[in-house]
């Protein structure tokens, strides 16, 4: 029983140890988010700037933290102009319960659709094993479709829109009314035969 005991002791010590030497961020959380209270708005091709808060949430001081926003050409994960190397930024340090602000300059895509895009940044600091991923919403707006203009030519060539009978004519017609001399005959010659 003493060996049992022995033992238990033993393993209590381990776990109480290997609990006061985790990874800073098991004490807290680090989070990366768009500054402000509202998602970060863009139109196509406006540059404008992204701002980013990153928080230490920790019970420690964080140093040496990177943020890379994840880059594609494929639109629907980067919805920016990729005008730069890198986009990578660092900061020194990051007091416990602090924040920093981090600004990208960006442009829009002239070819975004309007709506929410889901961009995504790596965040990595000192003592943490492996970069975790952060997300961030920005709304992008899309340039208005262009609408083509008719050609006057084909105007003419199109039935125009038919009248509504007005009055007391009582005769729908959704022809176009031709004006040579035995058209208008014909027409009245017909007039004539309603009337009655």
């Known amino acids: 029983m003493r060996k049992i005991k022995k033992i238990m002791m033993v393993a ?19 989070t990366v988010k768009a500054s402000g209270t509202a998602t970060p708005a863009y ?25 890379t926003p994840q880059v594609k050409a494929n639109i629907e994960k980067w919805p920016f102009e990729i005008e730069n190397v ?35 940044f790596d965040v990595s600091y000192d003592g943490l094993e492996n970069a975790f991923e952060q997300s961030v919403f920005v709304k992008m707006t899309a340039k208005p479709e262009e609408r083509q203009q008719e050609n006057p030519e084909e105007n ?7 009248q509504q009978p007005s009055g007391d004519t009582g005769v729908y017609n959704s022809e176009p009314m031709m004006y040579t001399g035995v058209q208008v005959a014909d027409q009245q010659r017909h007039r004539h035969l309603f009337r009655e």
């Open 86 to 120: 890198s986009y990578e930024q660092k900061v020194d340090k990051i007091e416990a319960g602090k924040s920093y602000e981090l600004t990208y300059d960006v442009k829009a895509r002239e070819d975004v659709a309007s709506k929410y895009y889901n961009v995504k």
């Open 12 to 30: 209590m010590s381990m776990i109480l140890v290997a609990g006061m030497v985790m990874p800073l961020h098991a004490a807290g959380k680090v």
């Open 156 to 162: 003419t060539q199109k039935d125009p829109q038919p």
């Open 43 to 67: 139109q196509y091709g406006q540059e404008k700037e992204l701002k980013l808060t990153i928080t230490n949430g920790t019970d420690t001081a964080i140093e040496n933290v990177v943020v």
